[in-house]
T-cell receptor, first 109, second 114 residues
Framework: DAKTTQPNSMESNEEEPVHLPCNHS???????IHWYRQLPSQGPEYVIH???SNVNNRMASLAIAEDRKSSTLILHRATLRDAAVYYC??????????FGTGTRLTVIP | DTEVTQTPKHLVMGMTNKKSLKCEQH?????MYWYKQKAKKPPELMFV???????INESVPSRFSPECPNSSLLNLHLHALQPEDSALYLC?????????????FGPGTRLTVT
């Protein structure tokens, strides 16, 4: 299984941007980069995914390095509701999600 | 509607009981998944169904028996479980089994085995 490395935890002030990094140096050419988050006592929630180009949606932006060995999830204005564990996952053709330990984001009011 | 529903929300069962977990989606998705999540750990993939056929079994013990009776429903039958099987059981679905599709998760069933 392709591996990702994320910081265990990060903090952000409310209403400020948050940049969550992910390293995936062993990524293969067909691996998609998926981000999910899990709020306390809830199931995981899809955030965003991409292959090579940067992606934007209503929740976040995904910036993918040119060599694809790292990516950054960008929350443009953190709210208290964004406090969660964020998982960066490399997904192969079979769409099997193998979750790592993720980054626990704390949002400070 | 991007909702995956799971019933029951909570389940307590003894080691000799037989019970079932149910998962339902009406998004027309043809891929459905079961995950297990122990406390303070990330989810772990158990089973993958594609077009109602089991395509992946991640070496799960036979006391867990999945079933996909139609494209909207996914069941997980439980029998002779152990206390260490206590966990949050999550169901998910996606359009197809392909890396370009996102997965939608249900809220999970919290299972306690006594």
């Amino acid at each position: 299984d392709a591996k990702t490395t994320q910081p265990n935890s990060m903090e952000s002030n409310e209403e400020e941007p948050v940049h969550l990094p992910c390293n995936h140096s062993t990524i293969s050419g067909t691996d998609y980069i998926h981000w999910y988050r899990q709020l306390p006592s809830q199931g995981p929630e899809y955030v965003i995914h991409g292959l090579t180009s940067n992606v934007n949606n209503r929740m976040a932006s995904l910036a993918i390095a040119e060599d694809r060995k790292s990516s950054t999830l960008i929350l443009h204005r953190a709210t208290l509701r964004d406090a969660a564990v964020y998982y960066c996952i490399l997904v192969t053709g079979a769409n099997n999600l193998f979750f790592g330990t993720g980054t626990r984001l704390t949002v400070i009011p | 509607d991007t909702e995956v529903t799971q019933t029951p929300k909570h389940l307590v069962m003894g080691m000799t009981n037989k019970k079932s977990l149910k998962c339902e989606q009406h998004m027309g998705h043809r891929a459905m998944y079961w995950y297990k999540q122990k406390a303070k750990k990330p989810p772990e993939l158990m089973f993958v169904y594609s077009y109602e056929k089991l395509s992946i079994n991640e070496s799960v013990p036979s006391r867990f028996s999945p079933e996909c009776p139609n494209s909207s429903l996914l069941n997980l039958h439980l029998h002779a479980l152990q206390p260490e099987d206590s966990a949050l059981y999550l169901c998910a679905s996606s359009h197809r089994v392909a890396a370009s599709y996102e997965q939608y998760f249900g809220p999970g069933t919290r299972l306690t085995v006594t």
